[in-house]
């Protein structure tokens, strides 16, 4: 999964002041999760 991928890559305090306050956007299909998704918990945790 993208998230954990993420987080053991480059860690959680390395993501979240990249991304915090920035709009994402993914075009994954609306039932599905998305990479965005995770990324926003990460950038919003």
């Known amino acids: 999964m993208f ?3 993420a987080i ?3 860690g959680v305090e ?3 002041p ?3 306050g ?3 956007a993914w075009w ?3 039932d599905e999760l998305c990479h ?3 990324l926003l918990d990460i950038a919003n945790s």
């Open 3 to 5: 998230r954990l991928d």
């Open 8 to 10: 053991q890559a480059l």
């Open 14 to 16: 390395k993501i979240r």
């Open 18 to 20: 990249e991304l915090a």
């Open 22 to 24: 920035k709009n994402l």
């Open 28 to 30: 994954c299909e609306a």
């Open 36 to 38: 965005a998704d995770g």
